[in-house]
């Protein structure tokens, strides 16, 4: 096994040399070619012992802590397949967390194992359509009522990330005694792919689709956890959730930011180079200093979840701000690159495009300020 020294610089050498020359092999709006690329991978992942950083040893993962996981998710993060390539990549590494927190043991065996050895993967499905649940997931529409032994769901669902070519999802759906999780396989009869919605950032793993639930009967061992603390169980999964994505679209705006320094430092304009001129490097110091501060909250963050301490607060001031800061570095690269910066023959267009929805995904801002507003004036 990596020493934890070195890993991170493992992870490096791999996205570089392995992940980014597919990049361009795994088209726009298209999972399935992103699924292929990953196919190729993950093999090398496993044999360079990089493989599943998040997953204990006994599930054939890594063992790392947070804080050593830090940077090795955010060196993956670099490129859009590197994550998937260590299958540490949402909705997947969360997905595992939960069913190893909440799945009995005939789930983890059905489910867990395979999405761990990469055989599989899967979604989660709580968005809807409005009025349904969003921002606020007291809005939650779908339904699942006992029958017999059993469970009949019905509910419309959309956004949901890595449902294209997904094995199963874990759904939230409104019972008489609350909010519940519910594992569905993707081919289960009356549940149905709509439809992959075209969004902002085209390189998400499973696109992102829209689901249907109509009269789909599961049986009772298809409940996660237990029944009505669904929303417990769920704010449970988007803490790390938070911190993890944090981690990984900071090597993104990083790779930004080194390919937009690299090239002002070679462009020249009016007889100077672009990096001589100040309103350059005071973009490129901005850029450094949104990038430590991320950082920074980041590991702080991190370590608190090692000690086990509560990370709701600090986990919602921490996906503001380096949610906010990434979209400012990436923003500042593209425009330090001008056209080049605005096009796909540098990546920079597309890490913009990716880092945009993240002050959406996983809560708002807005939300997450309105929450942090209310608990900072009540305590």
């Not at 044999?47 to 940077?71: F, N, T």
């Not at 909440?102 to 809807?128: D, H, K, V």
Request: proline fraction near 5%; include cysteine; charge should be negative.
């Amino acid at each position: 096994m990596n020493s934890r020294a070195d890993l991170a610089a493992q992870v490096r050498d791999f996205v570089e040399r392995h992940c980014i020359p597919l990049e361009s092999n795994a088209h726009v709006h298209d999972p399935l070619a992103l699924d292929a690329a990953l196919s190729q991978l993950r093999p090398v992942a496993r044999e360079l012992g990089l493989y599943l950083p998040q997953m204990p040893a006994e599930e054939g993962g890594l063992g790392l802590s947070w804080v050593e996981r830090a940077a090795v998710f955010e060196e993956a993060g670099r490129s859009y397949l590197g994550p998937a390539a260590l299958n540490c990549a949402a909705p997947d590494q969360p997905n595992m967390i939960s069913l190893l927190r909440r799945g009995t043991p005939a789930q983890q065996q059905r489910y867990l194992r395979p999405l761990a050895e990469g055989r599989i993967r899967s979604c989660f499905a709580m968005t809807e359509p409005a009025p349904g649940a969003g921002s606020d997931p007291s809005m939650l529409r779908s339904t699942a009522r006992r029958d017999g032994d059993g469970w009949v769901i019905d509910g419309h669902k959309w956004f949901i990330t890595g449902a294209v070519g997904a094995a199963f999802c874990i759904m939230l759906a409104q019972t008489e005694e609350g909010p519940t999780q519910f594992i569905v396989d993707m081919d289960h009869p009356g549940l149905s792919l709509v439809r992959a919605i075209k969004a902002i950032d085209p390189f998400a793993v499973g696109g992102h689709g829209e689901l249907r639930f109509t009269a789909c009967r599961v049986s009772g061992d298809a409940v996660l956890g237990e029944v009505g603390s669904g929303f417990v169980e769920a704010q449970q999964r988007l803490e790390p959730a938070r911190l993890s994505h944090c981690l990984r679209l900071m090597g993104r705006a990083r790779r930004a930011l080194e390919i937009a320094q690299a090239y002002v430092c070679e462009r020249t304009s009016f007889g100077d180079r672009l990096a001589d001129l100040q309103q350059i490097q005071a973009m490129v110091a901005d850029c450094h200093i949104d990038l430590h501060a991320s950082r920074l909250m980041s590991l702080d963050c991190a370590r608190r979840m090692d000690e086990g301490s509560s990370v709701k607060t600090e986990s919602a001031m921490t996906k503001v701000f380096v949610s906010e800061a990434l979209n400012r570095v990436a923003d500042r690269a593209a425009q330090m690159c001008g056209a080049l910066g605005m096009s796909e023959d540098a990546p920079i267009a597309l890490i913009v495009r990716e880092l945009r929805p993240f002050r959406i995904y996983d809560g708002a801002s807005e939300l997450h300020r309105a929450t942090l507003g209310r608990r900072f004036l009540t305590h």
